[in-house]
Each structure stands twice: as C-alpha cells, then as structure tokens.
C-alpha cells in the first residue's frame, strides 16, 4: 500500500514536466512560424475547444489532447491547408462538438435563429404594452373630469395640513 502511494505521489509531482517538453516543443514551432501562418494557427486553434475540459478551447487548455491538437494544428499549417481545411480535418475526426462556435447552416441555423425569435417576441411585446399604456393621453380625458381630480386632491392636501 506505501508503494502505491509513493508511485502516485512521484506521478503528481513529475506531471509537470512530462508535458512541458510538448508545450516547449510546441512553443519553438510557433517561432519557426511566419507572421501569417501564426495568425493562421490562431484563428484556428481558436475555433476549437478542449475535449477534456468543460469550457477552455484548445488555445487555453494545457491538457495533452490540446497539445496534440496544438501540434497537429501546427503541422497543418506547414503542409499549406487553409483555415477552412483544418477545420474541417477536426470536424471529420472528432464531429462538430468540438467547435466552439456552431456553423451556421443545417440544423445549426435553427439554432442561431431561436435566440433572435426570442428578441422579437420580447420587442413586439415591449411594444404592445408601452402603446396600449399611452392610448390613453391627457387628451382624451375631458376636462371637468381633471378640474375635479385636481379638487379632489387639493381637499386631501388641505386635510393633511
């Protein structure tokens, strides 16, 4: 039983350092990189999220899966895909879950479209009420019915004093 916790305890230390090696390598590709293919890799890496963690995409996350991702990303770019391209290399090996903004087509455009639904009902119901509430205008109301507001509500101001 020690030697089962020392092996995990010697495992969480040495964690660190078995992965830097790939963001190390990581880092030094990126270098190599031209100014263009650099934003290329980050716009496209920025697409994708992390399938190990719950809300960090690939850019974010230190996970090996991101830095496997990272590289092959990377590499990509070397062989002169486009964005388009590297996207759709993702897609076809993991599916569209791991893009962090859905495409907008299929069934995905109903999805873009129920939050803009939403807006509208709240907008024409917005609407409805404020006009309804201002159908009735001063003018309407005729004026012997104000004087005797007015009257009635200086009686109470005078009864207060």
């Given amino acids: 039983m020690k030697r089962f916790h020392f092996f995990t305890l010697l495992f969480f230390l040495l ?3 078995l992965f830097s090696s790939d963001l190390e390598k990581i880092n030094s590709d990126l270098k190599r990189l031209s100014e263009e293919e650099r934003s290329l890799f980050l716009k496209s890496a920025g697409t994708l999220k992390c399938p190990t963690c719950s809300t960090l995409g690939v850019l974010e996350s230190d996970t090996p899966f991101s830095l496997s991702i990272r590289e092959k990303v990377i590499v ?3 062989e ?3 964005e388009k391209e590297i996207q759709d290399f993702f897609v076809d ?3 569209e879950w791991l893009l962090r903004i859905p495409p907008k087509e299929g069934i995905h455009l109903l999805l873009w479209g129920i939050p803009a639904v939403f807006i509208f009902i709240f907008l024409f119901f917005c609407f409805f009420v ?3 509430s201002k159908s009735v205008s001063l003018g309407e109301i005729q004026e012997e019915s ?4 007015f009257m009635a509500d200086l009686a ?6």
């Fill in 15 to 17: 964690n660190p350092f």
């Fill in 93 to 95: 090996r993991y599916g």
């Fill in 146 to 149: 104000l004087n005797e507001m």
């Fill in 130 to 132: 404020f006009y309804k």
């Fill in 76 to 78: 990509l770019i070397k």
């Fill in 80 to 82: 002169q895909k486009t």
């Fill in 156 to 161: 109470c101001f005078k009864k207060r004093i």
